[in-house]
Every structure is written in structure tokens, then in C-alpha cells.
């Protein structure tokens, strides 16, 4: 770090965004950079999807990774990554195989995206957040169980990310296996979670401090 303060760029969906916080400042993205005592950029958008998308039925459709991450400023000192539970939820993207360059299919978005941050930034730099566990997970056809004729569960979306992201050498934070906090298995509210998807406050704010943990040990 060459500054007196760090700049951590955050690309994200709905969880950045914010949704089911109650300020800005209770968003795990600014609970990490108080405790870092950092500058953010964040560009977060609820629904959004790593892989793009053939069919635009919705306007967060539009904002997917692959055309967002080359917004990030090359100014920030670290990059962190979080998203692909839209891709299970309501992703009409198909899953590809790992040599894809295609950024209709979600190997190829993944694959397109680190070649992307790695054109920019140091691979010490990069950090990807896998999706947390969510309500409904194991069900192929989606969120709600009505979002996809066939498809896959969630675990599958998380494993293809470790796997690319292996094969390049980028370093994870395994948030699928490795939870910050406990999250129902129903569309219902708990202590951590406002929905069995978006973090409560509290979800937040652990999930913000470990974080700033993760982020502390890289540098």
C-alpha cells in the first residue's frame, strides 16, 4: 500500500447493494472499511448476475459482471468479488466447461472476469467472496423452485468458481462452506439473515468484520 489509506474496490449484487440493511454505514462492505479505516468504491446491484444474460426480462438483467468489473478503479489496492447466487437463483446462463470464453455461460463470465481483473491488478490483490448458503440451494430449478425448467444447485455454481478461480491462483473466501453466520433453510427471518438470502444487520456487521480480517491478513 502506497498511500496513507487503502481503496477497496467492491463489485457485487444485492448483498452489496445493500438490501435488508438499515443504513449504508451497517452494509458488510462499510463495516469492513471502518475497521480498516479505508476508502470504498462500490458498485453493488440487486439481481445481478456474474454471467450475462440472453434474455432480458428485467433491468438488473443488463448489469452483469463481465460488463461491470472493467468499472472498478485501477486506483483501489484491493478487489473483492462477491456474487453468483443470482446465477443459481434466476441465471438463464448455462454452466459451459472450464475453457470457455464465453460470457453467456458461467464458466466463460468467470473465466472472462479474472482475465479481466488480472489485465489490471496484481493477482495479491483480488479477492472473491463464493456465495453464502440460501434458502432453497439444493433445488435445480432456482429461487422459489419456479425460476428455471432445469438447472443446478447452488453448490455447483460455487464449486465451478473455486475451480477456476484455483486454476488461475486467485485467492476465495469459501463463505458457502465456511459461513460467517447461520442461515435458515426457508424465505424466513432469523437473527442473521432478513430472508434466508440477504443479511440482517447483524449478518451484516459479522459478515463485514470477517472480512476486514481477511483483507488485514492479506496485506
Known sequence: IIRDFM?????GDSIT?????????KIYHQVA??????????????????????????EWDKFDFVSRVDNIPSDCDIVAVFGGTNDYGHGDAPLGNIESQDPY???????????KLLGRFKREQIIFLLPLPRYGQDDIHGEFGNSKENGNPLIDYVNIMKEVLSL?????VDLFNNPVYERPITNQLS????????????????????????????I
Open 168 to 172: 488461475h491462483n486467485i485467492y476465495y
Open 17 to 25: 447493494e445493500g438490501a435488508c440493511a438499515t443504513s449504508r454505514e
Open 191 to 218: 437473527t442473521y439473515s432478513q430472508d434466508g438470502l440477504h443479511p440482517t444487520d447483524e449478518g451484516h456487521r459479522l459478515l463485514g468484520e470477517y472480512i476486514a480480517k481477511i483483507i488485514k491478513e492479506r
Open 33 to 58: 472499511a471502518k475497521l480498516l479505516d479505508a476508502e470504498t468504491y462500490v458498485d453493488g446491484r440487486g439481481g445481478s448476475h456474474i454471467a450475462k444474460q440472453k434474455n432480458i426480462k428485467n
Open 7 to 11: 481503496k477497496i474496490g467492491f463489485l
Open 105 to 115: 455461460t458461467f464458466y466463460g463470465a468467470m473465466n472472462i472476469i479474472v482475465s
